[in-house]
């Protein structure tokens, strides 16, 4: 079965500063990876996603995320944080299936101080 | 483009009440599911339907019931709600087969009390 582990429920950085996010994975095929971010009273959106080739996937926003198979993990980061950052992000595993389900982490909220 | 639309938006049931979700998609998706939100929990999916005339049920489908209308729409029935089942209820659906991309409602907030 597949399961996705956001090891940080919460995390606080200030405007202008760096951001990762942590995210690892177990998935017994090559799986396909995604983070969501969702602001207050919203839906999700999509952020960017992973599929294969290139390990670095760039995202809308300024985010990027890197797949390193050996970890299982697939991190966000962003390199300077905007206070409209502040929202719930979730990483997702799906699967190339006739239903192609995909598993959710927990999320982690971002805060961003000023 | 509306993408996908939820309705209602906000309700509030007593125990023991039914009610039905609305879910409507205008992107020709095959793929349609429900999931619940709940703080700390993440989303859960409770059922889905991979195409037209075919349901299934998810992680957490106790006390919900699903009818998948036609391409466009996916409703969740509530027959008898439960303080349990406050939470907030998101629709999604996807391109079957070819990408696990969800495209997301706003979400419906229920209360049950």
């Known amino acids: 079965a597949q399961s996705v582990t956001q090891p940080d429920i919460h995390i606080t950085v200030s405007e202008g500063a760096s951001l990762e996010l942590r995210c690892n994975y177990s998935y017994g095929a090559t799986p396909y990876l995604f983070w969501y971010v969702q602001s207050p009273g919203q839906g999700l959106q999509l952020l960017l996603k992973y599929f294969s080739g290139d390990t670095l996937v760039q995202g809308i926003k300024g985010f990027e995320a890197e797949f390193k198979r050996s970890q299982s993990s697939f991190n966000l980061r962003k390199p300077s944080v905007h206070w409209s950052d502040a929202a719930e992000y979730f990483c997702a595993v799906g699967a190339n299936t006739n239903a192609g389900k995909s598993t959710f982490g927990d999320g982690t909220t971002l805060t961003v101080k000023p | 483009n509306a993408g996908v639309t939820q309705t209602p938006k906000f309700q509030v049931l007593k125990t023991g009440q039914s009610m039905t979700l609305q879910c409507a998609q205008d992107m020709n998706h095959n793929s349609m599911y429900w999931y619940r939100q709940d703080p700390g929990m993440g989303l859960r999916l409770i059922y889905y339907s991979a195409s037209e005339g075919t349901t299934d049920k998810g992680e957490v489908p106790n006390g919900y019931n699903v009818s998948r209308l036609n391409k466009r729409e996916f409703s969740l029935r509530l027959e008898s709600a439960a303080p349990s089942q406050t939470s907030v209820y998101f629709c999604?659906?996807?391109?079957?087969?070819?990408?696990?991309?969800?495209?997301f409602g706003e979400g419906s907030r229920l209360t049950v009390l």
């Open positions: 999604a659906s996807n391109v079957q087969g070819l990408t696990g991309e969800l495209f």
